[in-house]
């Protein structure tokens, strides 16, 4: 399969061909991360923009290692020393930065749809870093890329996403991308935080946080998202550790082979005790390695590269 789409916006639009041919170039750029060489020429004279409008540690950083290891020119734009603080539109921003050659924007915004919006006049190559609380494609491909790697396969494991889901784009790119591949997603959290309406993604939703985690073969914890809450969805930060976090005698429910996922920040012994976090079922920082391959496997396909053809 070959892949022809000039951006990448969303995981919803896409076919689980489509992921699944991300996941195996993803595959081949973790080899080439584990070589002595970590580089190649594949984006030689291009340049790629990260654009963040909104805070980031893991994926702006990923992104930029993945554009340096493809050989690109990175440009990091700040937000706050630019002059979207003059006002700007992102619009009249983005038309400058094309006037300059970008090639390819990736975008972080808190607006849900912004990426979308600059797709329809754009000239370079738009990647969605995270609009809003709609979606965060490359962390739902990087999720589902590890939970793949460590179980051999994602189609029939029983998977639960544990936390804000209704403010969270993380969980909306993970059901996406788990449905489309054959995953039973399970959502939990508080009621005010995870409404039934999810259930027409095709998930199962309940508040018990015993029943959701039972059995499951991954758990997916989710950080609070405070920043786009416009009023208290629960009482207090303690009480929501203690009926939701994940603690010793919690785990004991799992399967006995459950990997721990956050996509990160993590606010240790909140959603997670912190000894869990470092613990031995936690993948949480290879999921953070792993994002650097699915991002150079995204930059790489939607620059024209082939799969079998990374060097
Ligand atoms: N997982 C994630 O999006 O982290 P950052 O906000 O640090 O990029």
Known sequence: MIWNRRHLLDLQSLSSEEINLILDVAREFRAVGERDVKKVSALQGKTVVNLF??????TRISFELAALRLSADVINFTAEASSLKKGETLKDTVRNLEAMNADFIILRHGASGAPHFLSRFARSHVIN???????????????????????????????????????????????????????????CGPPTLVPRVFEQMGCRVTWNVEEAIRGADVVNLLRIQHERQRKTMFPS??????????????????????????????????EIESELADGGRSVILEQVTNGLAVRMAVLYLINGGRPGEVH
């Not at 203690?242 to 606010?267: D, K, T, V, W, Y």
């Open 53 to 58: 409008v909104e805070p980031s540690t893991r």
């Open 237 to 270: 930060i303690g009480e929501y550790a203690s009926l939701f976090g994940l603690n010793q005698a919690r785990m004991s429910l799992l399967h006995p082979e459950a990997l721990i996922m956050h996509p990160g920040p993590i606010n240790r012994g909140v």
């Open 129 to 187: 870093a995270g609009d809003g609380a709609h979606e965060h494609p490359t962390q739902g491909l990087l999720d589902a890329f590890t939970i793949r790697e460590r179980k051999g396969r994602i189609a029939g494991l029983k998977v639960t996403i544990l936390g804000d889901i209704l403010y969270s784009r993380v969980a909306r790119s993970n059901i996406w991308a788990l449905k489309k591949l054959g995953a039973d997603v399970t959502l």
